[in-house]
Each structure stands twice: as C-alpha cells, then as structure tokens.
C-alpha cells in the first residue's frame, strides 16, 4: 500500500529489543516506520541457536520486569504464549561448592527460545535482516541511508540507531554530542559455549552464577519451560576472562570453559555430544548512562539501547518506549 506522502516515516536501525520496542511504539502511533539490521533475523542479544541438538539461549538467558510498563508488557507475551516465568533452581557456585541464592526474583524466558519474543515484536513491522547501515546524511531536512552494500534506503524524517554505543557512534556521527555520549560506554564482551551431553548431569541447580573461575554463569538450557527434552548447557564466559580471550580460537575457548565447568560444579568430567563456542564482541554495557536515550530533537537522529538505560533487556525495552516518545513528540 503506498504511504500517503504526509505521514512521517521513521527508519529504526537495529532489530534488537530496543529497536523493536520504539519501532511497534512508533507504528502503533501511525507513523510509517522501517527496521533494518545486519543480523540473520530479528533479536540482537536475545539471539537463540536452534541446530540438530535443539535450541540454546547464548544470548541473554532469562529477563526480569520491575517497571510496570515492561511489567505489562511481559504479562502480553506470557498471555500469547510466547514467555513464561522460568521458575528455576538457581544457585552459586564456587569450587565445587554449590548453594542456594538468596535473592529469587522472578525471571522470564521467551517460548521455545528467547528470540520469540523478537520475532512475536516485529512480526507486525516492516523489518528488513542481513542489511548494514554504512551512512547517514542530512539532505534537504531529510536522512539518507546508505547501506554497507551501496544500496540507498527511502529517505527517513527521523533516524534512531540502536546498536551497541561501540557501533552507534559512528553512525551518530552527524550529532557530535550524541555521537560523544556513545564513544564513553563500552560493553564487555562474553563467550558463550553451548553444550550437549547424552545423558541428564547429576546438577541439582538450572542455573548458577559462577565465582573464582574463567565463568560467570551457567545455566541448563534445556531445563526452560518450552523446551524440547535433552540435556543442554549455555556456559558464560566471565567479563575479564572473555576480554583476556577475545581473540583465541573458539574450539580452545570451548575446550578451557568446558574444563571450567566441571570444576566450578564438581561434576566429573563427562564427554560432550556437541560444544559450540560464540563470542558476543559487545555483551554487557558496564555501566550503561541512564539516559533512558539520546535524541536532537533539529536533527531528528537519536539513538536507544541497554547502553542508555540499565544494561539489561528490560532497560533496553524501556530505552525504545523513551526514544519513541522523543520522535514521535518531534514529528507530531
Ligand atoms: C551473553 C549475554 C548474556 C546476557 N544475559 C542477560 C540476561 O540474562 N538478562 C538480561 O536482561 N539481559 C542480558 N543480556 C543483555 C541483553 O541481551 C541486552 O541488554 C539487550 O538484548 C540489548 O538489546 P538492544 O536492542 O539494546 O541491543 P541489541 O540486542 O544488541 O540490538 C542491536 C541490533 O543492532 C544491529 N546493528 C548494529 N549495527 C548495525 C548496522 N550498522 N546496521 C544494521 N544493524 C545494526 C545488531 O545486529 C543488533 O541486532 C545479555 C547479553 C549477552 C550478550
């Protein structure tokens, strides 16, 4: 359907939970709006693998909700059937030596990966994968998009980056403040090694965050609700480790955390039917700018992510709502 020439189109770079949370905001309020990101399909950090030996989360493992317009959100997605809490057993382990965690909030997984919650978001959208945005450029009040390929996209009112600050800076570059704010947050990056085994190990937790070892977390993947039956692992790289191991081969890197994770259990070391290991170059924005987001409100570009707003998939979604008000107040 043609969009009559009058409506304010929106060009959303990023189709991540922020990208798509201002996105659905932007489109709900009747503003032609285009996602594009350089990704296989939507989800960013919510990204699942789905192969031979089942789904694994290697991304972000489960979320929490404390706001109560996220709260609201989550009861939409639990009620389409495409989250549930994850009423796991979590624990600490250190050495061996396994306890209980204390603090027990709850903690929701998407339904039957974590990227349903993604695809469920843009599944009303106009998004378009495997597309990177090289260029912005201001042309008679208006932004022009030049893809990594040459291609050059419809022109936009307004432009909102929302990929790790590591990449939005750059394309921010026509605001210097905006582009300046970006440059001073980083992410830590993490390994994840997802793992097989044949049979269920003898863990009486789902999840455990690591101390005193190469990991921070691990988790049976397998062991969410909605997940077909084996017995799979997701195993995190610590923040320090992964960065000191940024640029070694990912079969090492899969073989020393392995190793790891029988320690940190106590678990005796059992062969693996399969061991993948990803590397996520920008995991975790250590510490994010409470900004909510950024926006030039003359120029119409903007940028939103878990980098302005708490580092995690709740402030993400929360960026997206705020970056969504600031466009939508400077179109309408
Ligand atoms: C290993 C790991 C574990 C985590 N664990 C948790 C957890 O347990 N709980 C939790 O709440 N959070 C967790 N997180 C954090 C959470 O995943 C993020 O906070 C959230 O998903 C970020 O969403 P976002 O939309 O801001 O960014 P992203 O998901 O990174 O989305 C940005 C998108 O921009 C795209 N992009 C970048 N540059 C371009 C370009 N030039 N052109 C086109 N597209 C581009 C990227 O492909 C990406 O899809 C974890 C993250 C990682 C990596």
Redesign the pocket.
């Given at each position: 359907m043609p969009t009559p020439s009058s409506t304010p189109r929106v060009l959303v770079?990023?189709?991540?939970?922020?990208?798509l949370a201002a996105a659905q905001a932007l489109h709900n309020s009747g503003l032609t709006v285009s996602v594009?990101?350089?990704?296989r399909a939507p989800?960013?950090?919510?990204s699942s693998r789905t192969g031979d030996h089942g789904p694994f989360d290697h991304?972000?493992?489960?979320?929490?909700a404390r706001d109560p317009r996220f709260q609201a959100r989550v009861k939409a997605w639990c009620a389409a059937g495409i989250a549930a809490p994850w009423n796991a057993r979590i624990g600490v382990a250190r050495n061996g030596d396994l306890t209980p965690k204390d603090e027990q909030p709850t903690r929701y997984v998407g339904i039957p990966s974590m990227r349903a919650i993604a695809l469920h978001q843009a599944r009303l959208l106009d998004v378009r994968c495997q597309?990177?945005?090289g260029a912005l450029e201001r042309i008679n009040g208006q932004w022009r998009t030049t893809l990594a390929s040459g291609e050059a996209l419809e022109p936009a009112d307004a432009v909102l980056i929302?990929?790790?600050s590591e990449?939005a800076h750059v394309?921010l570059a026509p605001a210097p403040a905006l582009a300046a704010a970006a440059k001073r947050v980083r992410h830590a990056p993490?390994w994840?090694v997802m793992v097989n085994f044949e049979g269920r190990l003898d863990i009486a937790y789902d999840g455990l965050f690591v101390h005193d070892s190469p990991l921070s977390w691990v988790a049976r993947d397998s062991a969410k609700p909605g997940r077909p039956t084996g017995e799979r692992w997701v195993l995190?790289g610590s923040a320090e480790w992964s960065e000191a191991h940024i640029e070694v081969d990912p079969d090492a890197v899969a073989g020393q955390l392995l190793a790891a994770f029988f320690a940190s259990t106590g678990h005796a070391r059992v062969d693996p039917q399969r061991l993948v290991a990803h590397r996520?170059r920008y995991?975790?924005a250590e510490p994010p700018i409470d900004r909510g987001c950024l926006f030039d409100e003359e120029l119409r570009l903007g940028g939103a992510?878990?980098w302005l707003h708490g580092?995690?998939?709740?402030?993400?979604y929360l960026?997206g709502l705020a970056a969504a008000t600031r466009v939508r107040e400077a179109l309408t």
């Open positions: 770079v990023g189709a991540g939970v922020a990208g594009v990101d350089k990704g989800g960013g950090r919510i991304g972000a493992q489960y979320f929490t597309v990177k945005v929302t990929a790790p990449q394309l993490c994840a995190h996520w995991a975790i992510g878990d580092a995690r998939v709740e402030g993400a960026s």
